[in-house]
């Protein structure tokens, strides 16, 4: 029972550390990003070298390579968004639907390019000895460290993002430049909210159907449920109020 | 800010319209008619193999596959070009059709299959003993047509009535069908579902006792699916130019402007969305005899947003437009892929960013053959 919540938030916060990019840029940018699992793609290969490099050069420092490897996949995951942001996506500002059209296509490109180079097998990709093993909470609890490591990331980029969004003349420019204020005040920063929510929330639901009817049906009635509840509430959780959120 | 969202495309309606089409149109739909109708099954069916005119049968199923393709960029036309409704889901209702057409080839294999049982080859390794019960009556070719139309027209509407009843609308609605076709697919992957799991429906012995390799059947299938897609031209046509099309095209371009003129957009939109899965769900029936096969695959997102970008290269808001779009794409990607396989993506997706970066009214916002007239 606890390991299943616990397995359920540390997906939820990998689902919430996806989430929350593609709620930033859908929700202060207006872009829909088809691309933004192939960005994740890019972060993980990122990581990927980073280990191999220090495999054969630094051998003796493995461990530490998970420490390098934050950094360089921020970098390059980054890189290739802001030569997407200049090369197509500022001449869509507006148009979500053409956003969805045109990052699709960017996502067949960056998708063909990866398995250009690295080829179309799996890699593997090892956990450092810090990371195996687990802490045990309770006799026959064991919550392994890798997930409390994911689920303490999470935590702290969230903050980071909050810190950012909300107490810094950066995140005011944001929104001043993407919208009107307001929509920051009450989506942006509600969006941020209402996005943790439903990361978290979808993790566990889908840890808990998935032991009761199997991985293939929690998916399936993880999309249902989207489905129903979009009808429910067609503007997210936490939904703007009058006017605003009919433009 | 996600507000009009949506480009205006070429000019449609009005009460320039007198007829169906202009007179160059007729002359044009005319030729298409001799060449599918005539030339084509000559070509094929009366030279003998080894002229140079000889159309094969490689280019019979590519062609007839293409006009599948082209009728249901046709039918998301009408949900997207004139309605403003992006349907990112309309692969559910092609695979759909193709399902319900192929559970008819299924049982018309009787016992020529590996195992020589009454049931299907999948359902015997699967130990069933016999046909699970939606699959009664499946053996009758006309309960099998009678379901190409309902099982997408009912899902349509089921779905339409409830997503519209919401006022859903752009972005999420795109999002739901993409939820929608995706857990179809996992649904039908699952073995346990009765439809073969993921490899589908496959060797097709026979159609309404027709062998379905034989040139004459083949021949016929493809005369059959150019007048299903003649046909819906002329249906499509009929729509827009007709006060209902007036409407749909009103809905997309003012929505809340038609409600407060005393209209109910609901109708509208769930009229014209179930008209386009049922067209969407014959394509499928038609697309299945020819290639010979039917999988999940074809309810994958990904396909179901292709679906989409032919309808944009051709053009929006053009009957003429997706039709042209569906041949280009699906010609360009046949021949890639046997010239260079590992590029297509490549291609493909430089098409999507370029089309939509550039060309927003697709091929036919070209109007190179039109005149230049205001």
């Keep these: 029972m606890i390991g299943r919540v ?22 202060l940018m207006g872009v829909i990003n088809m691309a933004h699992g192939e960005l994740i793609m890019i972060g ?38 802001m030569a997407l942001e200049r090369s197509v996506i500022r001449f869509l500002y507006g148009r979500p639907l053409e956003t969805l059209l045109a990052t699709w296509g960017i996502s067949l490109i960056l998708m063909q390019t990866v398995r250009t180079i690295f080829g179309a097998q799996n890699v593997q990709v090892e956990n450092p000895s810090w990371m195996s093993g687990g802490f045990v909470a309770m006799t026959g609890i064991v919550l392994p460290w890798s997930r409390i490591v994911i689920i303490g990331f999470a935590a702290a980029v969230l903050f980071l993002m909050w810190l950012l969004l909300a107490r810094t003349r950066l995140g005011l420019f944001v929104s001043y430049i993407v919208d009107s204020f307001m929509v920051v005040v009450l989506g942006g920063v509600g969006q941020l909210a209402g996005t943790v929510y439903a990361a978290v929330g979808l993790g566990i639901v889908n840890k808990f159907v998935e032991a009761w009817s199997g991985a293939v049906l929690a998916k399936i009635a993880v999309l249902v449920f989207i489905i129903v509840f979009i009808q429910k509430r067609p503007q997210g959780l936490f939904a703007l109020k009058g006017r605003i959120a009919e433009t | 800010m996600m507000g009009s969202a949506f480009v205006p495309v070429a000019g449609t309606g009005g009460p320039r319209f007198v007829g169906l089409l202009s007179a160059g149109g007729w002359s044009l739909y005319g030729l298409a008619a001799i060449v599918l109708f005539v030339v084509f099954p000559l070509l094929h069916l009366a030279l003998p193999a080894d002229s140079a005119l000889h159309l094969s049968a490689y280019w019979v199923t590519l062609i007839g596959k293409i006009m599948c393709y082209a009728i249901v960029a046709l039918a998301m036309d009408l949900i997207w070009g004139y309605t403003g409704i992006l349907s990112l889901g309309h692969g559910v209702f092609f695979a759909l059709g193709g399902y319900a057409m192929g559970m008819y080839l299924m049982r018309s294999i009787g016992h020529d299959g590996v195992y020589q049982s009454d049931l299907p080859d999948f359902m015997v390794f699967l130990d069933w003993k016999q046909y699970p019960w939606y699959w009664s009556f499946t053996d009758h070719f006309w309960y099998a047509a009678l379901l190409v139309v309902l099982l997408p027209g009912l899902l349509a509407f089921v779905f339409g009535f409830f997503a519209f009843r919401s006022r859903i609308k752009g972005v999420y609605f795109s999002i739901i069908t993409q939820a929608m076709t995706y857990a179809f697919m996992l649904l039908f992957f699952r073995n346990n579902t009765g439809f073969g799991g993921n490899n589908g429906f496959t060797d097709f012995k026979r159609i309404l006792g027709f062998p379905i390799t034989a040139p004459s059947t083949r021949m016929a299938l493809f005369v059959i699916t150019a007048a299903a897609l003649l046909g819906f031209l002329l249906l499509g046509r009929w729509i827009i130019t007709s006060k209902l099309g007036r409407v749909l095209t009103a809905i997309r371009d003012a929505e809340t402007r ?44 990904a396909n179901s947003i292709e679906i989409a970008i032919w309808t944009a290269v051709g053009g929006r808001g053009t009957l003429i437009g997706p039709v042209l779009g569906a041949a280009v794409v699906n010609l360009g ?37 039109r005149k230049r007239t205001p």
């Excluded at chain 1, 397995?7 to 859908?26: D, H, N, Q, R």
């Excluded at chain 2, 890639?336 to 009214?361: D, M």
């Design chain 2, 258 to 301: 038609v409600m407060f003129s005393g209209y109910n957009p609901l109708y509208f939109k769930l009229f014209i969305w179930t008209l386009s899965a049922v067209i969407c769900g014959i394509a499928g029936a038609l697309y299945v005899p020819q290639v010979g096969i039917i999988n999940p695959s074809e309810m994958s997102p």
């Design chain 1, 6 to 27: 616990f397995s359920g938030v540390s997906l939820g916060s990998i689902l919430l550390l996806a989430a929350v990019g593609l709620a930033i840029t859908y929700g």
């Design chain 2, 333 to 369: 990607k046949s021949w890639f892929t046997k010239a260079f396989p590992e590029y297509w993506l490549f291609a493909l997706g430089l098409l999507f960013i370029l089309v939509t970066l550039f060309l927003p009214r697709g091929l036919a916002g070209l109007r190179l053959w």
């Design chain 1, 44 to 81: 993980a290969y990122a990581t990927y070298i980073v280990q191999g490099l220090f495999r054969k050069y630094a051998p003796g420092a493995f461990d530490a390579y998970l420490v390098c490897a934050v950094p360089a996949a921020f970098a390059a995951s980054g890189l290739v968004g």
